[in-house]
């Protein structure tokens, strides 16, 4: 395995993939005009699962600038869930943190992760369900 | 750094990531009914990623079930790009292994690749971006 940590931190993925703006960690700075991804793993709490995917799908329709934001489960690990999202730029991802749904997600959801892993930053150049952002403008 | 291998090979991802129809490794069984993913990385040749991701994006309308698949380059390395893919069920992805269009791009891709990471198998449960299936039926 060869995955290595970029410049996210655990609490900057913590922010990206469950929305988590009051934590209130700044990105890493990165070049204007490029979308921007993240690929991250979280662990839910023992049996928990199940109920912090429901809040992770929560309100994603109302987050402008979101591409795509992919919630799947680990199938050979109970409690894990991977989360992959591409937005139209770091600036929407930002953005969305400040969203009044993704702040309700996050306060549900915190209290049901058990672990984190540092989240991989990309920059997506292109691909299959990349369509017109949800709610952008 | 939590990344875990799953049961999808490095061989299994190099089929997963560019569609390696011709290796004829058979995925993991899996449940029916279920979507399916692939989060991977490869790495080109020094040089060779920007050649490398324009054959990768080859093509990529023309995959039946494919709900999203997204080449992302790695901010940290200048030869890496990620892969990540949603369809709506693994015959799908294995299905398009046999397209004309993806053996055309696995054998020009082949000779740019110098490494694989071993791909992350997943179960997609749900999320933004894995509209109508392009070329669906």
């Given at each position: 395995m060869r995955y290595r940590a970029t410049m996210t931190s655990r609490r900057g993925f913590l922010a990206g993939a469950a929305g988590?703006?009051?934590?209130?960690l700044g990105p890493p700075a990165r070049a204007e005009g490029t979308m921007y991804g993240l690929i991250g793993k979280m662990t839910a709490y023992a049996g928990k699962r199940d109920e912090l995917t429901a809040i992770l799908l929560?309100?994603?329709?109302?987050?402008?600038?979101?591409l795509s934001y992919v919630v799947a489960h680990d199938p050979q690990d109970a409690d894990a869930i991977w989360v992959t999202e591409v937005w139209t730029d770091e600036a929407a991802h930002r953005a969305s943190l400040q969203v009044p749904e993704v702040k309700t997600a996050i306060q549900k959801g915190l209290p049901l992760i058990a672990d984190f892993s540092d989240a991989i930053t990309t920059t997506p150049v292109g691909g299959v369900g990349l369509g017109a952002p949800a709610g952008h403008g």
């Open positions: 988590l703006a009051t934590l209130g929560e309100g994603l329709g109302r987050m402008p600038g979101c």
